[in-house]
């Protein structure tokens, strides 16, 4: 963190989507042990392979592979916060390289056979809310009050990305204000109730960041308008596509994508 290493636990503290994640790890590895357990004493490649995946959206990181030949070693792996999701898997496998010509019965033979493996979760977001909120009373704000949230947008994209969001809960929806304030053992419906609400605030990040677009890629790192063109990117395949003419002829189509690519990053309901 900040150019320091730290040791790593079961979740990083104050992780966004614009953090890289570097990780790096020691392998201390007894080789003829490896080999005369394994009854591979016939020279077959061995080789490590190190990297990770996300448990939500089940993408697979690049895998960074070490052959066996030292008994010492360390590695290093980068995780892409575009695509590392709200938690991730760390694995760490030892993997025969080349089929074997011969062999006895249970031992391994095809190239790709785990020898050995690792897997180590790491939770990257957790359930605290991501910006302010705040309960108030919506006609005091000028704010309809019959509606149950209402999200703060920042004016401009070059606003600095922490503090620039508020979200406001309307007191009169007891329900939604009760889930929120609920640190944990949600019941279903609560759960209903937040997830309704995530998925509704993606979609206006979302649709704030194609209104403004063409201004998101010249934003500077810590701005509010790269960390929305981050999320965005995540969510649509192709956000680009999405010009303002095809958003007003096609606006459900875009409130599925939303959708989808929300509950495909963590957010909102899952169907399964």
Request: glycine share 6%; charged share 25%; proline share 6%.
């Amino acid at each position: 963190m900040e150019g320091e290493w730290e040791p790593l636990g079961e979740a990083v503290d104050n992780w966004d989507y614009r953090s890289e994640l570097r990780l790096r790890c020691r392998i201390e590895a007894d080789v003829p042990r490896i080999r005369a357990e394994t009854h591979l004493t016939d020279g077959s490649p061995l080789a490590f392979h190190f990297g990770w995946r996300a448990s939500d959206t089940y993408l697979v990181g690049p895998s960074t592979r070490i052959p066996v030949v030292n008994r010492q070693f360390d590695v290093e792996i980068e995780v892409d916060p575009q695509f590392a999701g709200t938690s991730i898997v760390l694995t760490r496998r030892l993997v025969l390289e080349r089929d074997r010509l011969s062999s006895s019965a249970g031992e391994a033979c095809q190239a790709g056979s785990i020898l050995w493996s690792d897997e180590q979760p790491l939770r990257l977001m957790g359930p605290e809310a991501m910006f302010p909120t705040e309960v108030v009373d919506f006609q005091a704000f000028g704010i309809d009050p019959g509606a149950s949230w209402h999200l703060v947008m920042p004016a401009t994209p070059d606003e600095p990305a922490m503090g620039a969001l508020l979200l406001l809960l309307n007191p009169l929806d007891t329900k939604l204000v009760k889930a929120v304030q609920r640190v944990k053992n949600h019941t279903d419906d609560q759960l209903a109730l937040i997830e309704s609400m995530e998925e509704g605030l993606v979609d206006e990040m979302v649709r704030w960041s194609l209104a403004h677009w063409d201004e998101l890629g010249d934003c500077d790192s810590e701005s509010f308008g790269a960390a929305a063109r981050v999320l965005t990117s995540r969510v649509l395949d192709d956000p680009a596509s999405w010009t303002s003419e095809s958003v007003l002829r096609s606006s459900m189509d875009l409130r599925s994508s939303i959708v989808a690519g929300t509950r495909a990053i963590g957010f909102g309901r899952a169907l399964s």
